[in-house]
């Protein structure tokens, strides 16, 4: 799957119009590799952790995940339950969820609003 979104990846960039035939490719190996992962746990299973309410607890947690989206850390994602923890935050989990750092880094500036004093 890699090799072919690597070529389809170079054609975008050479403002080419992907071949067909690599798209179709890109889609089954897609398929295929959704199909290997269909067995693992479901995330909504995970045990949830009781809601944090000590603010200083809340800033540790914030404080660490401001650096790592700074720095567009994947490694963030292994927060989530922390964060979960963390009143109001189920849009910063969706985002990180996503990757999508840059929106999530924002957010995270507006919770942490609520917690400092």
């Known amino acids: 799957m890699q090799n072919i979104a690597a070529e389809i990846e170079k054609q975008l960039k050479d403002e080419k119009v992907p071949v067909e035939k690599d798209l179709l490719l890109l889609k089954a190996e897609l398929n295929t590799v959704l199909e290997e992962l269909a067995p693992l746990p479901d995330k909504s299973a995970e045990p949830v952790m009781p809601e944090i309410q000590d603010s200083e607890q809340i ?8 650096v790592m989206l700074d720095e567009i850390n994947p490694e963030c994602v292994n927060l ?3 964060i ?15 990757y999508d750092f840059k929106e999530a880094a924002g957010t995270l500036t507006e919770i942490k609003k609520n917690w400092e004093k």
């Open 80 to 82: 989530l339950g922390e």
């Open 84 to 98: 979960r923890a963390i009143p109001g935050t189920e849009e910063l989990v969706r985002l990180i969820e996503n």
């Open 59 to 66: 800033l540790t947690i914030i404080k660490k995940l401001e």
